[in-house]
């Protein structure tokens, strides 16, 4: 066979599979509206859509962070491949870093290290991608779950979180979803995008109902610690005697160094259900064939978890306490914005759009994008994830670009506003 002058190409990017998880992901809707915002508008943009501080001098991570990380790479000694699943050192760095707060002990062997929690969502929407099987996820939610799992063919049912509970997990919803092929259930702790943080009892309820279906728990704790209200931060691995806990997180959000790609998987089960059901197996297995964490970070994880002052994390909540504060008191100011629920922990807060006193905006990705526009202020439809006419603002900038950002909300709000007939 010849291709001559008119050559024909035989290949095509058509993996419906790849398809299907770019529509669910958030990174691609956002720079969608942040491509709208118009570049001669002299005002700096206020990136209130995603959650990365680090670009913030008042969100710099701790300098023994940065310390740990320089010698590492100074000493020579970490430039090598990194085992499967983390190196050793690491491993039980982290082993020792969640033991701290569970009634139990977690060993080396029972935490993989992953290039971030992403890394970590990844791998375990594939490990329970078995023929049949379905996973429940929270929604509002965070999208890349759904992303993985339609990448590797697991099916996902969504249970909602209650505006009017403070966003507790709707327990009886997550029962009506399950059926005998449901294998796991997410729950994000501290919560993004609601910016809630969940009670011990309300923990024990979710492990409870998970042992009643006899499915694990996911929990996603890439914010723990990340608690500025009235309720502490509890781990899900607490009630892993209940029902095996999975519990994944990182350094990225509470070290605010996301671009350091470093998060861990822990099996917080000392029953070792997952051990005996060769979950843990599966995910080594995994590991073999994946990307690793990068070396020299690994190598520098010991330090990093045990020399970060108390000081820095105290202040890194202060001020992301009067972030939120400041975010808050803005929206209250906003007539066609509400909050149901003031945020307590993580980044985000979700708010609920009331279209009927706008004029001309069509629904939230309409919102978001001529806001964006009009106002260069980036902010996150909810749709995105999974809450049409609800928006997710994150208040991690730096403060004077957060008000500046909220009060230009508040002027596109009362430009688009329809005429009060009251007045
Ligand atoms: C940011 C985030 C992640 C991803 O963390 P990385 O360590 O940056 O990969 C995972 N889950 C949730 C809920 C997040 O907000």
């Not at 310390?67 to 430039?79: D, P, R, Y």
């Not at 943080?197 to 610690?225: C, F, P, Q, W």
């Amino acid at each position: 066979m010849e291709n001559g002058g008119d050559a024909k190409w035989r290949f095509g990017a058509g993996n419906p599979a790849v398809q299907a998880s770019g529509r669910q992901s958030l990174r691609a809707l956002v720079t969608r509206v942040f491509d709208c915002v118009d570049r001669n508008d002299p005002r700096p943009v206020a990136p209130l859509g995603h959650g990365d501080p680090s670009a913030f001098a008042c969100f710099r991570t701790a300098a023994a962070a940065e310390e740990a990380v320089a010698a590492a790479a100074l000493s020579g000694k970490h430039n090598r491949y990194s085992s499967a699943g983390g190196v050793l050192e690491a491993r039980s760095a982290v082993a020792a870093y969640l033991s701290r707060e569970l009634p139990y002990e977690l060993s080396t062997g029972d935490v993989v290290v992953t290039a971030g929690c992403n890394h970590a969502i990844e791998i375990m929407m594939a490990v329970l991608a078995s023929p049949g099987a379905n996973v429940l996820l929270p929604r509002p939610g965070y999208p890349m779950y759904e992303s993985r799992a339609a990448l590797c063919g697991l099916e996902f049912r969504r249970f909602d979180l209650l505006p009017e509970k403070e966003w507790e997990v709707d327990l009886d919803g997550v029962e009506a979803l399950a059926d005998e092929n449901t294998v796991a259930m997410v729950i994000v702790n501290p919560n993004n995008p609601c910016g809630c943080v969940y009670s011990y009892d309300h923990l024990a309820k979710i492990a409870e109902t998970a042992r009643k279906l006899g499915i694990m728990v996911i929990s996603d704790e890439v914010y723990d610690h990340c608690a500025f209200g009235s309720k502490p931060f509890v781990p899900m691995g607490v009630f892993g005697e209940t029902a095996p806990v999975v519990t994944i997180g990182g350094i990225s959000k509470r070290w605010m160094v996301p671009g350091w790609r470093l998060g861990w998987i822990a099996a917080t089960d000392p029953k070792g259900v997952l051990r005996d059901k060769n979950v843990l197996q599966s995910i080594m297995s995994y590991c073999a064939i994946s990307v690793d964490a990068v070396t020299f970070v690994q190598g520098a994880l010991p330090q990093i978890l045990a020399n970060t002052e108390k000081a820095f994390f105290e202040k890194a909540m202060e001020v992301m306490r009067s972030a939120a504060e400041i975010c808050y008191r803005k929206v209250e100011g906003i007539g066609c914005i509400t909050c149901p629920h003031k945020p307590e922990g993580s980044m985000f807060v979700m708010v609920k759009l009331d279209l009927s006193c706008l004029d001309g905006i069509a629904d939230d990705v309409d919102f978001c994008t001529k806001l964006a526009r009009e106002e260069s202020v980036v902010i996150c439809p909810g749709s995105g994830l999974g809450m049409k006419n609800w928006l997710r603002i994150t208040f991690a900038v730096d403060p004077g670009l957060l008000e500046d950002g909220m009060e230009r909300v508040k002027s596109f709000c009362q430009r688009h506003g329809k005429a009060k007939e009251l007045k």
